[in-house]
């Protein structure tokens, strides 16, 4: 079935790296834009970061911008997010999430979430 | 950059309709979409584009637009619908970046 599965999420001092994961499965994971989404405890959706479905478009929000990259390798089927120079706010739960074939502007399907916690 | 502005939270009697808005300038241009969050769980897409159901989303979920503010009814609520509720939609600059409401909690009586 169609399936996204995040890993890589843990705990991390402020000021150092993390690469999250997300392995797509049961569908043409290279046709389809990725998006990377976080909910900090307690608080609502965030949108952090689109790739298009080949690598070579990406887009941030202002608030992971220039820290955060988001990539793809897609004979491994497999999306990342690279976090550089972690800050507390940064913890969250991290969802990967697929562009809606139908309509571009809305996310299908989701993973399960990974934990990043930022904390000395 | 956009905002998109939700109730926090409303209550409906079981069987009743609740309307839940979502209110931003980027939904003059753009369709929202709606994401249904229960505790633990990732979101789930109830709605999207103009009133579109994904499969398997119950047809008591619907979505309208209106100016700068969407909408998802529920009509006829069951207990199972008690969730959080996002809207979402593209910058109204038209750069895929993307926005989220604050969400609104549905309680259901």
């Known amino acids: 079935q169609v399936q996204l599965v995040e890993s890589g999420g843990g705990v991390v001092q402020p000021g150092r790296s993390l690469r999250l994961s997300c392995a797509a499965s049961?569908?043409?994971?290279?046709?389809?834009?990725m998006h990377w989404v976080r909910q900090a405890p307690g608080k609502g959706l965030e949108w952090v970061a689109i790739i298009s479905y080949d690598g070579s478009s990406k887009y941030y929000a202002d608030s992971v911008k220039g820290r955060f990259t988001i990539s793809r390798d897609n004979p491994k089927n497999t999306l990342y997010l690279q976090m550089n120079s972690l800050r507390a706010e940064d913890t969250a739960v991290y969802y990967c999430?697929?562009?809606?074939?139908?309509?571009?502007?809305?996310?299908?399907?989701w993973g399960q979430g990974t934990t990043v916690t930022v904390s000395s | 950059s956009s905002e998109l502005t939700q109730d926090p939270a409303v209550s409906v009697a079981l069987g009743q309709t609740v309307r839940i808005t979502c209110q931003g300038d980027?939904?003059?241009?753009?369709?929202a979409s709606w994401y249904q969050q229960k505790p633990g769980q990732a979101p789930v897409v109830v709605i999207y584009?103009?009133?579109n159901r994904p499969s398997g989303i119950p047809d008591r979920f619907s979505g309208s637009s209106s100016g700068n503010t969407a909408s998802l009814t529920i009509t006829g609520a069951q207990a199972e619908d008690e969730a959080d509720y996002y809207c979402?939609?593209?910058?109204?600059?038209?750069?895929?970046?993307?926005?989220f409401g604050s969400g609104t909690k549905v309680t259901v009586l």
């Open positions: 979402n939609s593209r910058d109204s600059s038209g750069i895929p970046l993307y926005v």
């Open positions: 999430a697929r562009e809606e074939p139908l309509d571009p502007d809305a996310f299908d399907i």
């Open positions: 584009g103009k009133n």
């Open positions: 049961g569908f043409t994971f290279r046709s389809y834009a």
């Open positions: 980027s939904l003059r241009k753009y369709y």
